[in-house]
């Protein structure tokens, strides 16, 4: 063996239990740590609003607002959530507005709304009605009341003819009047089917449906009457477009004669200048040379004189004595 005593052997145990039980407490209270700082985070979701609630005294904090976020609020401290989107209040089938209206009729209202919270008066809702559920209940209830006083405003023929009217002093009553007893915003209102007792609403419908068969009638006059100016205007357009029409072929015969006789002018005189110059150059200077020239020069192939188209190419007169010799206003 060592060698060593039994009381070394239970001195050495002792120490080594010691350490032991220190490593556990040591892993114990560093999971108690980790534990604690982990249960110590409370989270808000990106949907909520929230206050810090103690859980030992069941006091609630509502001197601030959280959003979103992780807080670091302690053990004994828990958020108590509200929602801040848009909840639907829906009045259908069973759960329809039932009023009367000024004439005693018995209407069945379907209709919705949405409303959310307003952050800064969080605190005045939480105080007056403590939870979502019970805001919801008295908003609806609230809601119903306001509702019912609208309708006996108006008239059981404003329901169809004035509907927009209707609808928009039923969203301003209810946004006014939960903004101010609930806390809540009223951001949309819809109004939908207004159901009438069956009598009333085939009585209704009857006098729609002649009031649709006049404006049928005045819109088929009015069409027939914008046909015929249709085609007046038709006919009209027509004959001015014959008018144009002849007037810019009388403008066109009297360009391409005045173009006609101006292009056999620049003809002539080329034609002209042209037997000067060739006579100049043949040396033709006596009457007869140019005479017995034009001649020649006149015959076709059956030595037959061509004096028409002569005369009407070359004005003889000029080529010969380089001017008129008959002048205008003599004989």
């Given at each position: 063996?060592?060698?060593?005593?039994?009381?070394?052997?239970?001195?050495?145990?002792?120490s080594?239990?010691?350490?032991?039980?220190?490593?556990?407490?040591?892993?114990?209270?560093?999971?108690?740590?980790?534990?604690?700082?982990?249960?110590?985070?409370?989270?808000?979701?990106?949907?909520?609003?929230?206050?810090?609630?103690?859980?030992?005294?069941?006091?609630?904090?509502?001197?601030?607002?959280?959003?979103?976020?992780?807080?670091?609020?302690?053990?004994?401290?828990?958020?108590?959530?509200?929602?801040?989107?848009?909840?639907?209040?829906?009045?259908?089938?069973?759960?329809?507005?039932?009023?009367?209206?000024?004439?005693?009729?018995?209407?069945?209202?379907?209709?919705?709304?949405?409303?959310?919270?307003?952050?800064?008066?969080?605190?005045?809702?939480?105080?007056?009605?403590?939870?979502?559920?019970?805001?919801?209940?008295?908003?609806?209830?609230?809601?119903?009341?306001?509702?019912?006083?609208?309708?006996?405003?108006?008239?059981?023929?404003?329901?169809?003819?004035?509907?927009?009217?209707?609808?928009?002093?039923?969203?301003?009553?209810?946004?006014?009047?939960?903004?101010?007893?609930?806390?809540?915003?009223?951001?949309?209102?819809?109004?939908?089917?207004?159901?009438?007792?069956?009598?009333?609403?085939?009585?209704?419908?009857?006098?729609?449906?002649?009031?649709?068969?006049?404006?049928?009638?005045?819109?088929?006059?009015n069409?027939?009457?914008?046909?015929?100016?249709?085609q007046?205007?038709?006919?009209?357009?027509?004959?001015?477009i014959?008018?144009?029409?002849?007037?810019?072929?009388?403008?066109?015969?009297?360009?391409?004669?005045n173009?006609?006789?101006?292009?056999?002018?620049?003809?002539?005189?080329a034609?002209q200048?042209?037997?000067?110059?060739?006579?100049?150059?043949?040396?033709?200077?006596?009457?007869?040379?140019?005479?017995?020239?034009?001649?020649?020069?006149?015959?076709?192939?059956?030595?037959?004189?061509?004096?028409?188209?002569?005369?009407?190419?070359?004005?003889?007169?000029?080529?010969?004595?380089?001017?008129?010799?008959?002048?205008?206003?003599?004989?």
């Open positions: 063996m060592s060698g060593r005593s039994i009381g070394e052997r239970i001195s050495d145990a002792s080594f239990g010691c350490w032991l039980v220190i490593i556990i407490l040591g892993v114990i209270a560093s999971l108690l740590i980790i534990i604690l700082v982990s249960i110590s985070f409370s989270y808000v979701e990106w949907n909520k609003y929230a206050f810090k609630k103690n859980t030992t005294t069941g006091v609630v904090d509502t001197s601030q607002v959280y959003e979103n976020g992780r807080y670091y609020w302690g053990v004994q401290y828990k958020p108590v959530s509200f929602n801040k989107t848009f909840t639907l209040v829906d009045y259908h089938d069973t759960t329809s507005l039932f009023v009367f209206n000024d004439a005693g009729l018995e209407l069945q209202i379907e209709c919705s709304f949405w409303y959310r919270l307003i952050k800064d008066e969080l605190k005045e809702m939480y105080s007056s009605f403590g939870s979502e559920s019970n805001l919801y209940q008295q908003a609806k209830d609230i809601a119903r009341a306001a509702l019912k006083n609208v309708v006996d405003q108006f008239s059981t023929d404003e329901f169809y003819q004035n509907r927009q009217l209707i609808s928009d002093t039923m969203f301003k009553t209810v946004k006014d009047v939960l903004r101010k007893q609930c806390h809540v915003s009223v951001e949309y209102f819809q109004l939908r089917r207004v159901i009438l007792p069956e009598p009333i609403a085939d009585k209704l419908l009857t006098t729609q449906e002649n009031k649709q068969l006049a404006l049928r009638v005045v819109f088929v006059q069409a027939t009457l914008i046909r015929q100016d249709t007046t205007q038709i006919q009209r357009t027509l004959a001015n014959s008018t144009i029409n002849a007037e810019a072929a009388g403008k066109s015969a009297v360009i391409l004669q173009a006609t006789s101006t292009a056999f002018q620049i003809q002539l005189q034609r200048t042209a037997l000067a110059s060739l006579f100049n150059t043949l040396e033709m200077v006596t009457s007869e040379l140019k005479l017995a020239f034009l001649y020649v020069t006149g015959l076709d192939d059956r030595n037959t004189y061509k004096l028409g188209d002569t005369q009407m190419l070359v004005n003889i007169n000029s080529v010969l004595f380089g001017k008129d010799p008959n002048p205008q206003g003599k004989k």
